[in-house]
């Protein structure tokens, strides 16, 4: 039962994980065992690539709509980071947009706006929290919004005893 609770947990919180952050990306660190030769190289590869101008991923914010600008509005200080396919689907949850109900919008919003707080560390864990979760059969699952209504319900201190045995499981 505290394994689907935590399971419904993660699904919920990567519901909203429809955009990779190429801030997730984490550089290798140099190798300490590295010869002093080498350490030059490394130094001189990242100097090289600053000073290749990047080509701007398109659209940028300034060519969307008005409209699609309103709708995107919590993502505007992390659209330059987005890869071009991140964008394309923002894109067009910015034309559902308008035809959607109005309690749909605001859930859109909300999750929109939550995604933007995310650290780039928590993004990377909601994205594979959600990949783990589409490869568990549907019928293992169970109810999910029960499960999630179940959690809900607990008290702070219920919910960070259960993520500590989820842990100790790992």
């Known amino acids: 039962m505290l394994r689907l609770l935590l399971a ?3 699904l919920c919180f990567a519901a909203g994980a429809a955009a990779d952050d190429p801030a ?3 550089a290798p660190k140099a190798d300490a065992t590295a010869s002093p030769n080498a350490a ?3 130094a001189a590869k990242p100097a090289a690539k600053k000073a ?3 080509k701007p991923v398109r659209p940028t914010w300034a060519e969307l709509t008005p409209q699609q600008q309103e709708v995107l509005a919590p993502l505007k200080d ?3 980071n987005l890869e071009v396919e991140r964008r394309q ?3 067009g949850v910015a034309k559902r947009y308008p035809g959607m109900k109005p309690e749909e919008q605001a859930r859109v919003q909300r999750r929109m706006q939550v995604w933007a707080k995310l650290t780039p560390e928590q993004r990377r864990q909601a ?3 959600y ?3 589409a490869k568990i059969p549907p019928e293992k699952l169970g109810d999910r919004r029960q499960h999630w209504a179940e959690y809900q319900s607990l008290t702070p201190q219920e919910r960070e005893e259960l993520q500590r045995q989820e842990k100790k499981r790992r």
């Open 127 to 129: 994205r594979e929290n």
């Open 40 to 42: 030059p190289k490394s």
């Open 52 to 54: 290749v101008a990047k």
């Open 24 to 26: 997730d990306v984490v």
């Open 89 to 91: 689907k923002w894109i």
């Open 78 to 80: 992390d659209w330059v």
């Open 8 to 10: 419904a947990f993660a």
């Open 131 to 133: 990949k783990s979760m």
